[in-house]
């Protein structure tokens, strides 16, 4: 048997990248003799086995054949007859499709060095139509080394185009879309993947909320690109360059779905867009099966980012009413994020990238304020059960009355 690395491993050596997971392939063994050497099956009927010491994985060389819709619908062929050329030819990219062998001897039969070079994410054969999720790798892709220059070559964003086209899109797991988005999203320029996705006419069919945002426009004042598909992109864009987590970046991106719904005669006012979005931040978040925290983030700050952006002018009542509904006492880190959220909104906007927000240290000023609401001494003066939530409130009420006064003089 011959043992070659693929994929990412290789791909990421030639472009000078750190290379975390290698893959393997092994042409010319059966699975038997696999076993034969300790190698530990994935699956029962998937010809990919773990090496009993690295725990890397190894895939037998296989050739697939599409016999349905969705990613089930796949029959693999794995044997000592299939080639590393065969098995090249069913992967996505070129960049993608090369082999290396313990000599670091290239095996590159679909050009994907040159397309290296060239800085071209292109599919390897028309078999690429046969999996949707490809839409969205080659969009993560496009994400993660845009900052490198790399481009989706126009005759692959063509197939992209036919495949969102084909329906086929829908037949994606919840599961399989999750790991390519939350992937893509942590990549260092996540807004390519939306753009990417608008480009290939997927974003209609995967999150048509988002789509919607493009053309619609926002009051020029506060939002110099006036567009409220680019003012998201570009908040998602500062989200990436201020590192913040997935949480985060997620909230950004579903924060002002409600200006979607505006009618036209209103535009470029977006009078209760935050209340109006949040149906559809739970339709997104449920499409996709987001994990709890990134729900949670996202319906919180699409209902409270302008009070964020409002935070100095807030009452202490109204204030006290936002930090009840983060629960900030027992989770200050959520607030924490909503506020980075807000900050990341408010520069989002043309020309207003490097401006300072104040409103985040004000508003975890105003946290601290009445996190320093002690219970003890209401617990010794006698109130308890709804009684000491209500005296509790009262103090904390108090103590944001305080803050606010402090902050002001
Ligand atoms: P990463 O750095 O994100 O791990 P990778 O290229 O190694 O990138 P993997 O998901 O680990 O990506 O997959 C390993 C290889 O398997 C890919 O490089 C590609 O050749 C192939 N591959 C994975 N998923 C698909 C798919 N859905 N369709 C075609 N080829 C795929
Ligand atoms: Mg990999």
Known sequence: MQIYKVGGAVRDRLLGKPVTDIDWVVVG???????????????????V??????????????????SGRGYGGFTFHASPEVTLEEDLIRRDLTINAMAEDDQQNLTDPYHGQRDLDDRILRHVSPAFAEDPLRVLRVARFAAR??????????????????????????????????KEISRALMESQPQVFIQVLRDCGALKVLMPEIDALFGVPQPEVHHPEIDSGIHTLSV?????????PLTVRWACLLHDLGKGLTPEEEWPRHIAHEHKGLKLIKAVNERFKAPKDCQELALLVGQYHTHGHRALELKAS???????????????????EFIVACE????????????SYPQADYLRGAASAARGVAVQPLLE????????????????????????????S
């Open 344 to 355: 990341m909104d408010a520069r989002g906007r043309k020309g207003l990238e490097q401006r």
């Open 49 to 66: 086995f773990l090496h009993p010491k690295s725990g890397e994985e190894y895939a037998l060389a296989r050739t697939e054949r599409k």
């Open 236 to 244: 998602l864009e500062q989200a990436a360059l201020h590192q913040q």
């Open 145 to 178: 080394y845009a900052e490198l220059g790399f481009k989706v070559a126009h005759e692959t964003l063509e197939l992209m185009r036919q495949l969102s086209e084909s329906g086929e899109l829908e037949a994606l797991t919840a599961e399989r879309s999750w």
């Open 29 to 47: 063994a059966t699975a038997e003799e696999m076993l034969a050497k300790g190698f530990r099956p994935v699956g029962a009927d998937f010809p």
């Open 318 to 336: 109204t204030l006290l009413e936002l930090l009840q509904s983060f629960d900030v006492y027992r989770r200050p880190q959520r607030f924490e």
């Open 381 to 408: 003066r006698g109130f308890k059960g709804p009684e000491l939530g209500e005296a509790l409130k009262r103090e904390r009420l108090k103590a944001l009355k305080a803050y606010k006064e402090s902050a002001s």
